[in-house]
């Protein structure tokens, strides 16, 4: 079966920085993909990987490891604003999104 | 550029009701999706559409959920009758559907169905 596994939860402190993980098991791989959701909002688009490595963009970076189905999105210099659930999900060798529950992130002053 | 329309935004029936969402895409956009989001789960693609054909269904609840997008452009989504587990928000998506296999998702912003 195809299984994406996140924490469900997790808090950090205003300023500081938070790693999330994500692990996946899918038939075939085809990128990974993470968006943030604020609360009884829709999923915006943060990053996309492909390729093994670090992907920075602001604030946020992405990392892939492909050898060991793993990511995860790092979020430095927290705000208030990043208090969201982050969605990782794996596109599958028939080129579906397969998605994680989600990660909420608290951010505490 | 306007982003992908969703009405109505809220909406409370009585199971065995009937309900509908509707859904406009981003122009230019090929490809549109559904999704059904259970609080606390991730979203879950009900149905694909490629202009007005359907790429995937298979995980489409047939015997009580429809879609259709006629012209390949907006799109409806019908429950009948709805039933208590199908309180979510339902989302729906559009890509660019230009032929490449990797495309970004935007998202609308939702209905959010409450059956009770």
């Known amino acids: 079966g195809q299984n994406i596994d996140q924490p469900t939860e997790m808090t950090a402190t205003e300023g500081a920085i938070v790693q999330i993980n994500c692990t996946y098991q899918?038939?075939?791989?085809?990128?990974l993909f993470w968006y943030q959701q604020h609360a009884g909002e829709a999923p915006t688009f943060l990053s996309y990987n492909v390729l093994d490595g670090l992907e920075e963009k602001g604030r946020f970076s992405s990392f892939l490891s492909r050898s060991k189905g793993y990511s995860y999105l790092l979020l430095k210099e927290l705000q208030m604003k990043d208090s969201a659930s982050y969605l990782c999900a794996v596109l599958d060798s028939n080129y579906q999104l397969i998605w994680g529950a989600g990660t909420k992130l608290i951010i505490k002053p | 550029e306007a982003g992908v329309a969703q009405s109505p935004r809220y909406k409370i029936i009585e199971k065995r009701q009937s309900v509908a969402f509707w859904c406009n895409p981003i122009s230019g956009h090929a490809t549109l999706y559904w999704y059904q989001q259970i609080l606390g789960q991730g979203p879950k693609l009900l149905i694909q559409f490629q202009n007005n054909g359907v790429v995937d269904d298979s995980q489409l609840p047939k015997d009580r959920f429809s879609a259709e997008r006629l012209k390949g452009v907006d799109s409806t989504l019908k429950i009948q009758p709805a039933k208590l587990e199908d309180s979510a928000v339902y989302l729906c998506?559009?890509?660019?559907?230009?032929?490449?296999?990797?495309?970004?998702?935007?998202f609308g912003p939702g209905t959010r169905l409450l059956v009770l």
């Open positions: 899918t038939s075939g791989f085809n990128g």
């Open positions: 998506a559009s890509s660019l559907g230009s032929g490449g296999a990797v495309e970004t998702q935007y």
